[in-house]
């Protein structure tokens, strides 16, 4: 085996500081892009080497446009992470996908507007990198596979429009969205995605609806107390289902998906 397994774990709303290390050192990582959103943690778990970071900070300081996603995922590579599993609160924009829900991502729609979306702008390097699949079949099929096998119930694709925020959606942007097919709707998703493949790290976000945004005239509109709540209620789910599939990804040999990630990344290099 040419690469060892250690799994970076993005924490985001309602998951700002888990604190699922038994012993664990705190790394203050300085990047090329700047500060990540906060100290890296560093230790094991179920035997297998992790990081963990808050996407917004342990005291969910930073909001979705002021989040160094460059120098998270940097940070993440730097300490020697070949994979990323991030958790996201969002908001569903279909009757079957309930609030307490969890959808393993499979596409995205950028709506975003004000976003670093490149780590390849520090040299006079062009690089047009394929993002289809966005998130990593293979790092998918293993979280669907231990959710069922723990009885925990997922949706095993879905879409996710993001959007710039901090603002959430109005109902006709909402229903626009909803037309589109799109099956949930977040602010951070991208470009955190699209970094994790520029750096060669296989990625997957095992999102969870927690509210109907505000399409849906039988309930209450969003707001970030109610998507916090629903989180919290839920969050057993993702924090078992994460300590679960870890050994799970340990367990698989990766040099065949890794390589060809970093063939991909070469070949996207615009040469005359
Ligand atoms: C707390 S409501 C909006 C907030 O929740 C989601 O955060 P994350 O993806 O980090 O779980 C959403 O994207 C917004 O940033
Ligand atoms: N309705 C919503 N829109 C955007 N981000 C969200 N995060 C959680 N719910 C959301």
Sequence with gaps: MKYTVKIGIIGGSGLDDPNI????TEQKIITPYGDPSDSLICGKLNGVDCVLLARHGRKH?????????????WALKHLGCTH?????????????????DLVILDSFIDMTKNRKLTMFDKDDKVVHLPI???????????????????????????????????????KAESN?????????VNMTLIPEVVLAKEAGLLYATVAMATDFDCWREAT????????????????????????EVIPKIAEKHWDIEIDELNCLIQESVQSN
């Design 176 to 184: 626009l969205y909803r037309l589109w097919n799109a099956d949930l």
């Design 21 to 24: 290390f038994k012993d664990s």
């Design 84 to 100: 990323i599993i991030a958790s996201s609160a969002t908001g569903s924009l279909k009757e079957e996908i309930k609030p307490g």
């Design 61 to 73: 300081s930073i909001s979705p446009t002021n989040i160094n996603y460059r120098a998270n995922i």
């Design 132 to 170: 289809e699949p966005p998130f990593s079949p293979e790092l998918r099929s293993i979280i669907i596979e231990t959710a069922q096998s723990l009885g925990i119930h997922v949706h095993h694709t879905g879409t996710a429009v993001v959007i710039e925020g901090p603002r959430f959606s109005t």
């Design 220 to 243: 209450e509109k969003v707001n970030v107390a109610n998507v916090i709540k629903v989180f919290k209620e839920n969050v057993k789910k993702i924090t078992q289902l994460f300590i």
